[in-house]
């Protein structure tokens, strides 16, 4: 067909579509209102959990007068009149940086290994290992984490103190499953972000005399950054909410994750603590309708609402940051 | 002129379709008469840079074919020749830059002062500070403009803030940018202009002190104004450091250079000064080549 030959054909569907029905633009139409549909329901389902989950956190303070000061800085919980929250956000803080700190290097570590210095043949399949990984149920974690850490931690820490101090449960074995939790959402995402960067970053990098891990550490790796980061919050929120897997070697009790005293070795882990996630998991099937105690639980679960969007805002930041993808 | 050697850019010898057989047929015709003797007019300058039987194969590719070059110093000397003739392989083996691509075989020597750069014991970090290199497609690292140049300096190691700061300005000065960015140093590479962004990675590579420039089509990606302006700058820097510059543009070539090589399907097939080999051409295919005739 010659250019006049379709736009004539052209303008003659454009006339028959006006006024008079058309299949085509009846398609058109539905599925922008089917679309549009689409949106408005995920927008009221956000709305409406965050305004019934506010709403109920709210009523800790309206009708139970508990305050806020009182969440964060009491120790004591007795999910009936005393709901201090101090030691379960100690916790979370507690199980949110440990496990980063000691899994962001580990998987960037990992990352470049697998993006930058292993041969080809070898990338795709541990990728594809990492990416399963990251498919694990977090209850399979749970049970490894119950059948493996909790005991190799008892034996590790009561052989450390020399006497049997400590069954294995609490923040030391959560920390461990969720450091393996974290581990291949970082990874993965950080094995993009330094593929992304161009081969011309690289060689301009070589061509300056730079060796392969000058190379690395100065060009690639800064250029990936925004990626990377992204990663690591994707982790923390990861680790922030993780509840199953923590459930079942966490131990649940309402102490601190650990006590200081004057006695060696001073830092005194506890059998058995709660992280925010866990404390939930716990208590709700227990709370009735119109206690404080289901309101205080409200709350918790609004805080976590809160600090997951303020990470998805950081995440958002460091890939509007992304200069490679 | 150079457009109607697309039938040539487009048939990489190595294709076996049904056009590109024809191809291949005329241009080994046209190797075999004389495929490793160069028409040498051989320059009367000091030599910065010898090849010597240089052969370099990607796997069973054989990308360069014999290549015995001499590059003076302190001139430009520019390489032309039809796309996929091996005028980037070889500019990448005089700074070693062919050591990261995997499966390639170097055989030959390359005597820059006089020493082989594939002798054994050669430091390869220093060789490539020595002999910088610009990219086709400028490629600043996503750091701001002081970070870009004092880049080598900082992997180099040694130098003081202030003596990086001066060096900074100097190459900056050097690569004619410093008017343009001077109030701007912290602000990202990437957000100058692409012509910018090139004399940008000029300075980055002026700061560690080279002798040689080995620039690859430095201009293939820009306009024709930021064009001049790398050609101007070629002008200014010859002054101290000899050139090879690999250019697509034969206007670009009698520009800017004393000396060319013509490549063809990686042999170098006549050297000599600018002038003469454009205007009086010893070999009928530079000859070819130049009327726009090739193919
Ligand atoms: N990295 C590489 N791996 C394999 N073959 C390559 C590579 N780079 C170039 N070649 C081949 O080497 C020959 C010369 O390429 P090149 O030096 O890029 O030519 P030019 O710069 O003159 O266009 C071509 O046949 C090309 O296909
Ligand atoms: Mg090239």
Same mark, same amino acid.
């Given at each position: 067909?010659?250019?006049?030959?379709?736009?004539?054909?052209?303008?003659?569907?454009?006339?028959?579509?006006?006024?008079?029905?058309?299949?085509?633009?009846?398609?058109?139409?539905?599925?922008?209102?089917?679309?549009?549909?689409?949106?408005?329901?995920?927008?009221?389902?956000?709305?409406?959990?965050?305004?019934?989950?506010?709403?109920?956190?709210?009523?800790?303070?309206?009708?139970?007068?508990?305050?806020?000061?009182?969440?964060?800085?009491?120790?004591?919980?007795?999910?009936?009149?005393?709901?201090?929250?101090?030691?379960?956000?100690?916790?979370?803080?507690?199980?949110?940086?440990? *496990?980063?700190?000691?899994?962001?290097?580990?998987? %960037?570590?990992?990352? $470049?290994?697998? &993006? =930058?210095?292993? /041969?080809?043949?070898?990338?795709?399949?541990?990728?594809?290992?990492?990416?399963?990984?990251?498919?694990?149920?977090?209850?399979i974690f749970g049970l490894l984490g119950l059948?493996?850490?909790?005991?190799?931690?008892?034996?590790?820490?009561?052989?450390?103190?020399?006497?049997?101090?400590?069954?294995?449960?609490?923040?030391?074995?959560?920390?461990?499953?969720?450091?393996?939790?974290?581990?291949?959402?970082?990874?993965?995402?950080?094995?993009?972000?330094?593929?992304?960067?161009?081969?011309?970053?690289?060689?301009?990098?070589?061509?300056?005399?730079?060796?392969?891990?000058?190379?690395?550490?100065?060009?690639?790796?800064?250029?990936?950054?925004?990626?990377?980061?992204?990663?690591?919050?994707?982790?923390? *929120?990861?680790?922030?909410?993780?509840?199953?897997? %923590?459930?079942?070697? $966490?131990?649940? &009790? =309402?102490?601190? /994750?650990?006590?200081?005293?004057?006695?060696?070795?001073?830092?005194?882990?506890?059998?058995?603590?709660?992280?925010?996630?866990?404390?939930?998991?716990?208590?709700?099937?227990?709370?009735?309708?119109?206690?404080?105690?289901?309101?205080?639980?409200?709350?918790?679960?609004?805080?976590?609402?809160?600090?997951?969007?303020?990470?998805?805002?950081?995440?958002?930041?460091?890939?509007?940051?992304?200069?490679?993808? | 002129?150079?457009?109607?050697?697309?039938?040539?850019?487009?048939?990489?010898?190595?294709?076996?379709?049904?056009?590109?057989?024809?191809?291949?047929?005329?241009?080994?015709?046209?190797?075999?008469?004389?495929?490793?003797?160069?028409?040498?007019?051989?320059?009367?300058?000091?030599?910065?840079?010898?090849?010597?039987?240089?052969?370099?194969?990607?796997?069973?590719?054989?990308?360069?074919?014999?290549?015995?070059?001499?590059?003076?110093?302190?001139?430009?000397?520019?390489?032309?020749?039809?796309?996929?003739?091996?005028?980037?392989?070889?500019l990448k083996s005089l700074n070693r830059m062919?050591?990261?691509?995997?499966?390639?075989?170097?055989?030959?020597?390359?005597?820059?002062?006089?020493?082989?750069?594939?002798?054994?014991?050669?430091?390869?970090?220093?060789?490539?500070?020595?002999?910088?290199?610009?990219?086709?497609?400028?490629?600043?690292?996503?750091?701001?403009?002081?970070?870009?140049?004092?880049?080598?300096?900082?992997?180099?190691?040694?130098?003081?803030?202030?003596?990086?700061?001066?060096?900074?300005?100097?190459?900056?000065?050097?690569?004619?940018?410093?008017?343009?960015?001077?109030?701007?140093?912290?602000?990202?590479?990437?957000?100058?202009?692409?012509?910018?962004?090139?004399?940008?990675?000029?300075?980055?590579?002026?700061?560690?002190?080279?002798?040689?420039?080995?620039?690859?089509?430095?201009?293939?990606?820009?306009?024709?104004?930021?064009?001049?302006?790398?050609?101007?700058?070629?002008h200014e820097l010859r002054q101290q450091y000899?050139?090879?510059?690999?250019?697509?543009?034969?206007?670009?070539?009698?520009?800017?250079?004393?000396?060319?090589?013509?490549?063809?399907?990686?042999?170098?097939?006549?050297?000599?000064?600018?002038?003469?080999?454009?205007?009086?051409?010893?070999?009928?295919?530079?000859?070819?080549?130049?009327?726009?005739?090739?193919?």
């Open positions: 067909m010659s250019k006049a030959q379709i736009q004539q054909a052209d303008s003659a569907a454009r006339l028959a579509g006006s006024g008079k029905f058309s299949l085509k633009k009846l398609f058109d139409d539905s599925a922008t209102i089917y679309f549009t549909i689409c949106a408005l329901i995920v927008i009221a389902t956000l709305l409406l959990v965050y305004v019934n989950i506010g709403s109920q956190a709210y009523q800790t303070f309206t009708q139970w007068h508990i305050s806020l000061t009182n969440l964060f800085t009491s120790n004591n919980w007795d999910a009936v009149n005393n709901f201090g929250l101090k030691a379960n956000f100690s916790g979370t803080l507690m199980l949110v940086i440990l *496990t980063v700190f000691i899994s962001a290097p580990f998987s %960037v570590g990992m990352a $470049i290994f697998i &993006a =930058e210095i292993a /041969p080809n043949w070898i990338q795709a399949p541990m990728r594809g290992a990492v990416e399963l990984f990251l498919g694990i149920p977090s209850v059948i493996v850490v909790v005991p190799f931690v008892r034996n590790v820490m009561n052989s450390l103190a020399g006497a049997y101090l400590y069954n294995g449960y609490g923040i030391i074995a959560a920390i461990i499953i969720v450091t393996f939790m974290v581990l291949p959402t970082i990874t993965t995402i950080s094995i993009d972000a330094i593929r992304a960067v161009p081969r011309e970053i690289r060689e301009g990098s070589l061509a300056l005399g730079a060796t392969r891990w000058q190379t690395i550490r100065n060009a690639v790796l800064p250029a990936a950054l925004p990626g990377v980061m992204t990663g690591v919050i994707l982790g923390v *929120t990861r680790a922030l909410g993780e509840t199953v897997a %923590v459930a079942f070697v $966490i131990g649940g &009790a =309402e102490q601190f /994750p650990f006590t200081v005293n004057a006695t060696a070795p001073f830092i005194h882990f506890s059998n058995g603590s709660d992280v925010l996630t866990t404390l939930l998991l716990f208590n709700f099937k227990e709370a009735t309708n119109n206690t404080p105690l289901y309101s205080v639980l409200y709350t918790i679960s609004f805080m976590l609402l809160i600090i997951s969007a303020i990470m998805i805002a950081i995440s958002r930041y460091f890939a509007s940051r992304r200069v490679y993808r | 002129m150079s457009q109607q050697n697309s039938s040539l850019n487009n048939s990489p010898l190595t294709t076996v379709s049904k056009d590109g057989a024809i191809k291949r047929v005329n241009e080994e015709r046209l190797l075999t008469s004389a495929e490793t003797v160069t028409k040498m007019r051989a320059p009367t300058a000091p030599l910065k840079i010898q090849t010597n039987t240089l052969n370099i194969y990607y796997g069973a590719n054989h990308a360069i074919k014999s290549v015995s070059m001499p590059i003076p110093e302190k001139q430009v000397t520019a390489l032309m020749g039809p796309s996929g003739c091996g005028k980037s392989t070889f062919l050591d990261i691509i995997p499966d390639t075989h170097i055989s030959g020597e390359v005597l820059f002062d006089n020493k082989n750069v594939y002798a054994h014991g050669i430091d390869v970090v220093e060789l490539r500070q020595r002999l910088g290199m610009v990219f086709q497609r400028p490629n600043p690292f996503p750091k701001s403009i002081f970070e870009n140049v004092a880049y080598g300096l900082k992997i180099m190691g040694g130098f003081s803030r202030s003596e990086i700061a001066d060096r900074v300005e100097t190459s900056l000065r050097g690569a004619a940018l410093w008017d343009e960015v001077q109030n701007r140093l912290n602000q990202s590479a990437l957000g100058l202009s692409g012509g910018q962004q090139q004399r940008l990675c000029i300075a980055r590579a002026l700061a560690v002190a080279p002798e040689v420039l080995l620039m690859d089509e430095p201009a293939s990606a820009l306009d024709p104004i930021a064009t001049l302006k790398i050609e101007d700058l070629i000899t050139i090879v510059i690999v250019t697509h543009n034969l206007q670009q070539a009698t520009r800017v250079s004393q000396y060319t090589g013509f490549f063809l399907t990686g042999a170098l097939i006549e050297f000599g000064p600018t002038a003469d080999v454009f205007e009086h051409s010893l070999d009928e295919r530079t000859y070819d080549f130049i009327m726009g005739r090739f193919g």
